[in-house]
C-alpha cells in the first residue's frame, strides 16, 4: 500500500523558516517526479513545487521563489521543501504528490497525494 506523510509543519512568526518532509512506503519513487501543493482555507489548491525524478529539473510557483527550495533523497523515497522568509499568506495545508511524469506534477496532477501538513504564519 502506497502512503506519502507530510511532516514538518506548524506555527512560525513571519520571516521565519520550516522544512517540511514528505516520506513515501510502499513502492519506491525514484524514477517519479514529486512536488509539493498547497491549499489556504477557502480557496483551491494550487501548486508550489516540482522537482524530477533525478533533481535536475525543479520548478516554483512564482509567489515562492527565491524564498523556498524543493529537494529530494530517493535513498529515503522522501521530499522536502524549506520554506525561508514566510509571509502570512503562506498559511495553508501542505501536500505533496507524486507522479510519473514532471509536467503532470506542475499541472496540479499526481498519482499519488499524502493527506497534508498545515502550516501558519503569524504576522
Known amino acids: 500500500q502506497v502512503q506519502l506523510v507530510e511532516s514538518g509543519g506548524g506555527l512560525v512568526q513571519a520571516g521565519g523558516s520550516l522544512r517540511l518532509s514528505c516520506a513515501a512506503s510502499g513502492r519506491t519513487f525514484s524514477s517519479y517526479a514529486m512536488g509539493w501543493f498547497r491549499q489556504a482555507p477557502g480557496k483551491e489548491r494550487e501548486f508550489v513545487a516540482a522537482?524530477?525524478?533525478?533533481?535536475?529539473?525543479?520548478y516554483y510557483t512564482n509567489s515562492v521563489k527565491g524564498r523556498f527550495t524543493i529537494s529530494r533523497d530517493n535513498a529515503k523515497n522522501t521530499v522536502y521543501l524549506q520554506m525561508n522568509s514566510l509571509k502570512p499568506e503562506d498559511t495553508a495545508d501542505y501536500y505533496c504528490a507524486v507522479d510519473q511524469s514532471f509536467g503532470t506534477v506542475v499541472v496540479g496532477g499526481g498519482d499519488y497525494w499524502g493527506q497534508g501538513t498545515q502550516v501558519t504564519v503569524s504576522s
Open positions: 522537482i524530477s525524478w533525478n533533481g535536475g529539473r525543479t
